[in-house]
């Protein structure tokens, strides 16, 4: 250990001057990188500045939105008129959000999960062409989709009604890709040597699948859930084209119809600072319970396809 | 224990185009620890994959204890899998991924948790019930997935390449285990490997495997000492294959004589009838140096290129005047090795030790590249998507 050391000391003297000759790239190569943390930090400052602007208006004692006048609950809670609690129409808002998400996430998931494992374990061309099809909402206009499904649920599917079993639908439909490629990311990462080994030991296909695939798949499942849960409560385009009355816009909507309509306040941040607090606790719940999920898996080092996307 | 003869009768397995395994005709008797060796994608790992019941044969049977077994269900056969991977279930403790199979054999309750217990003394992990998977070495996982599989008494282990992911040291102290552990369930062991020396020191018979077919088989002695042929001869250990001829008239007593370069040999093992071209081939440590002064029967003169220190052995890289390189192992016995690169030596190859092999029509160097293996086969890509 010690010679080690001694050795490092007398080599870097050595190593600066070579590096300071002719040719070599002046100065210290392992400086810190001034110039990307920088632009790290602008970047940083200018996405979650205004953010946190908005935030704290939503604070704001007075009703102004640019005059900071001490610290209020009142647009929450205390005002009795026009405050979120208060007031039906946002308070509307946020449980039609709310159904929505929980809804859409609940019959998303589990036909997502059955997509992925389709998809993956019977290989067949159309599988593979249906995978294809898994991407397409992240590529096709959300708008496009939006206006495509108006028509078709008041044009020819009549039976969905607008309102909350359309834009249930449409969010479904938006939203699938979620559960099917994080699932299949993860179906690909663990191979099917679990579910051999489950049938070798005597379970059927299906007795495989449940009793293996399913609880090695819920890191998956449960991450993938929390994505659609979070990327419904931001949702704005479909639910959109496809509420009906004032009781099934959810607080995105109802956020950008007052803010066009001159109705802004305070009230509107709060609604909006809840919009926020939903998806980051969704993101919370889906980090910590995705790192509890997996933690069996840690010691390999692996990241699979999900760690990748969500940076956990 | 109930059974474990297998017997498998033409089986022949075709991926798309490509035949993984061809009509392979073999009988393994119950209670037999048998190894199919070979290089990756020789098809030995297609094998044991079709007696488990993950690949369905394309043609032939599975005979299990006189059952044609090849299109039943893996959860259906009597046999067991210890994969490469474990595959141990990461979300169940030690005594749960043992337990596992027990729900579909219709152990009574009561009787599962001290099976669980049996088979973890059995492999020596007594008091790692509560473990999970992560928390264990690599040789401890490959202990549950050993007690995993024998807890349910199956008539046949099977075993891919069990020991592949341990180091060299542990891999040797778990062979000798796994052999007595063989001995002692009387269960019948199908080993796959491409580790020669697992094949040789644990099996009681052995198949060594070229391109879908079995090249030679029969005891680890009858292998290594009389190799059928020289891809079997140069899979086995090490090999120094030379090209020969046979010279016509020899004197029929035993022995042949040969050809090689400018040189002539007498031949006194092996195929001794051949006539025209063969391959001929010695074991290293049957290959003798002497001074380049001395002379006698079949030496050859040649120079030391390199010396390979190994610890308890040297081996000896000498290039023969043929033109061909030959290896000679010198046991470590306290002294210096005499020779150093450059020295001018004589290479006395004797003739009991001179196998004659015949000649497949490639060169040394072809069977070379066979021995080292081809790439491993994706197989699974390339299946059908009808099946």
């Known amino acids: 250990m010690a010679s080690t050391v001694d050795e490092s000391v007398t080599t870097a003297p050595r190593r600066e001057a070579e590096l300071t000759g002719r040719g070599r790239p002046r100065g210290n190569p392992w400086r810190r990188p001034y110039a990307m943390e920088g632009f790290t930090w602008l970047y940083i400052i200018w996405s979650i500045v205004p953010i946190a602007i908005a935030v704290l208006f939503s604070f704001n004692k007075g009703a102004s939105q640019a005059t900071w006048q001490g610290f209020s609950t009142q647009w929450y809670v205390g005002n009795q008129v026009t405050s979120v609690l208060h007031n039906p129409g946002l308070h509307q808002a946020v449980i039609q959000t709310l159904v929505l998400a929980v809804v859409t996430t609940v019959i998303c998931v589990p036909i997502g999960v059955g997509f992925a494992i389709g998809i993956d374990r019977w290989r067949t061309r159309t599988a593979d062409g249906l995978n294809v099809v898994m991407i397409f909402s992240f590529v096709i206009p959300e708008l496009l989709l939006a206006v495509a499904l108006f028509f078709l649920v008041t044009q020819a599917l009549t039976f969905i009604k607008l309102g909350t079993p359309a834009e249930v639908a449409g969010l479904v439909v938006w939203n699938i890709s979620w559960p099917a490629i994080i699932v299949r990311a993860r179906l690909v990462s663990i191979g099917r040597s679990y579910e051999e080994a489950a049938c070798d030991l005597g379970a059927s296909r299906l007795g495989a699948i449940r009793r293996v695939l399913v609880p090695l798949l819920m890191p998956a499942i449960f991450a993938s859930a929390v994505l659609v849960f979070a990327s419904t409560v931001d949702d704005f385009v479909i639910v959109e084209q496809l509420s009906s009355t004032s009781n099934t816009q959810p607080m995105s909507v109802l956020i950008y119809s007052n803010v066009h309509a001159g109705l802004t306040g305070p009230a509107l941040n709060a609604l909006a600072t809840i919009m926020l607090f939903l998806s980051l606790v969704a993101a919370l719940i889906g980090y910590v319970g995705y790192r509890w999920m997996s933690r069996g898996e840690r010691t390999k080092g692996n990241v699979d396809a999900l760690a990748g996307i969500a940076g956990i | ?387």
């Open chain 2, 1 to 387: 224990m109930s059974g474990g003869h297998i017997k498998l009768e033409s089986l022949t397995k075709r991926f798309g185009d490509v035949t993984a395994v061809n009509e392979i005709s073999v009988e393994i008797h119950a209670g037999e620890f048998f190894s199919l060796l070979g290089p990756s994608g020789c098809g030995k790992t297609t094998t044991l994959r079709m007696v488990a019941g993950f690949e369905p044969p394309s043609t032939g049977k599975i005979m299990l204890d006189g059952t044609d077994v090849g299109g039943w269900a893996p959860n259906r056969r009597n046999v067991n899998t210890v994969f490469q991977s474990y595959a141990l279930f990461p979300f169940l403790t030690v005594a749960e991924n043992v337990a596992f199979g027990m729900k579909y054999k219709s152990v009574p309750k009561f009787e599962r948790n001290s099976r669980v217990a049996e088979a973890l003394e059995l492999v020596q992990l007594s008091g790692f019930e509560k473990r999970r998977p992560n928390q264990l070495s690599g040789g401890q996982q490959q202990r549950v997935a050993l007690a995993r599989a024998l807890v349910l008494r199956p008539s046949v282990l099977l075993l891919d390449e069990p020991l592949g992911a341990l180091d060299a040291k542990l891999r040797r102290t778990l062979q000798v285990e796994l052999a007595a552990l063989q001995k002692q369930v009387g269960i019948t062991f199908l080993y796959v490997t491409h580790d020669q020396e697992e094949a040789l020191t644990m099996s009681d018979r052995l198949a060594v495997m070229n391109h879908g077919r079995i090249a030679q088989l029969g005891t680890p002695e009858e292998v290594y000492n009389e190799p059928a042929d020289a891809y079997v001869a140069d899979f086995l250990g090490v090999s120094n294959l030379m090209d020969a001829r046979v010279e016509p008239g020899g004197n029929g007593q035993g022995a042949c004589r040969l050809r090689v370069g400018d040189f002539s040999l007498e031949a006194k093992a092996g195929q001794l009838d051949a006539t025209g071209a063969v391959k001929v081939a010695i074991r290293p440590e049957r290959v003798h140096l002497h001074p380049y002064e001395e002379g006698g029967v079949n030496c050859l003169p040649g120079m030391v290129e390199r010396l390979v220190f190994l610890g308890s052995t040297t081996h000896i890289y000498v290039r023969l005047a043929t033109g061909s390189a030959l290896q000679a192992l010198v046991r470590n016995e306290g002294n210096a090795v005499p020779y150093n690169q450059g020295t001018p030596v004589k290479v006395n190859l004797p003739a009991e030790a001179l196998r004659v092999l015949p000649d497949p029509g490639v060169s040394v160097a072809e069977i070379r590249d066979e021995v080292l293996g081809d790439e491993p086969l994706d197989l699974t890509s390339a299946a059908p998507a009808s099946s």
